[in-house]
């Protein structure tokens, strides 16, 4: 594994200190939290991580692929019968004004491995919300921080973990949610129990009903124990 410049390292962490301070202040600062994960993915810790993945035979299956089947528009997705993954999803991303991020262009050789992962991951955040009944909501937000963590080992997701809890620690809970602590320890237990959602080809099951992906995956009963509910029922 390279060792990252060490003054180059230092200036990282100095913006990524800045990014948590204001993400401790304000969980959505959505500005914050992307500088953060860009930052974060140039240290050594994102570095295990990629390596981590890319020893998953699954995800190395996709990665040589560089797979990317096709992801409808919102006004197709939302056109899928109701409970149905594309269905869920494109509700999602609808309700946030949003649109699924297009397909990466990258090059065959294996230099852009890493790009495709980061992509992949990206464009798959919406997915899975939907998949793991987390909303769109700061409490849903820490449960998938949490779930990402588990799952990719992100040094980033992490960050942002500790920066719900630390908010949750002078911020009152919010009353038409369920308790951070509780979302995150749902979103931690099903990272940690589930299979890699990264080697899932969720493009070739919009239409299945969300509990088909349920059984497939093996969570159903993990989803039981979902705080949430808006997205299950």
Same mark, same amino acid.
């Given at each position: 594994?390279?060792?990252? +410049?060490?003054s180059?390292? =230092?200036?990282?962490l ?20 992307l500088?953060l994960?860009?930052r974060? @993915? ?16 699954a995800i ?7 797979? *990317?089947g ?9 056109? @899928?019968?109701a409970?149905?993954? /594309?269905?869920? @999803? ?5 309700d ?9 262009q ?6 852009a491995a890493?790009? @495709?992962?980061q ?11 939907a998949v793991?009944?987390?909303?769109a ?7 998938? +921080? ?7 080992? *992100?040094p /980033?997701?992490a960050?942002?973990?500790a ?9 009152a ?10 979302a ?11 299979p ?5 080809? *969720?493009?070739?099951?919009w =239409?299945?009903?969300?509990?088909? *992906? ?20």
């Amino acid at each position: 594994m390279p060792v990252p +410049n060490a003054s180059l390292l =230092q200036n990282q962490l100095l913006h990524i200190s800045i990014d948590m301070q204001h993400l401790c202040d304000n969980p959505t600062d959505i500005t914050s939290a992307l500088d953060l994960l860009n930052r974060s @993915y140039k240290t050594p810790a994102a570095a295990a991580a990629r390596q981590r993945l890319h020893a998953d035979p699954a995800i190395a299956a996709l990665v040589l692929e560089r797979y *990317w089947g096709e992801w409808p528009n919102v006004s197709t997705l939302i056109t @899928y019968p109701a409970g149905s993954l /594309g269905y869920v @999803y494109g509700h999602l991303l609808f309700d946030q004004g949003l649109e699924p991020i297009a397909a990466p262009q990258l090059a065959a050789d294996i230099s852009a491995a890493d790009s @495709y992962l980061q992509h992949r991951i990206r464009a798959s955040h919406d997915v899975w919300h939907a998949v793991t009944g987390c909303p769109a909501s700061i409490a849903g937000e820490a449960a998938l +921080n949490g779930f990402t963590a588990e799952q990719l080992r *992100w040094p /980033g997701s992490a960050l942002l973990l500790a920066a719900d809890l630390i908010h949750r620690s002078f911020e009152a809970t919010d009353p038409d949610g369920p308790d951070i602590g509780l979302a995150i320890a749902y979103g931690l237990k099903l990272g940690c129990f589930a299979p890699p959602f990264l080697a899932q080809r *969720w493009e070739q099951g919009w =239409q299945l009903p969300l509990s088909t *992906w349920h059984e497939k995956l093996g969570i159903s009963e993990l989803i039981k124990t979902n705080p949430f509910t808006s997205l299950l029922t």
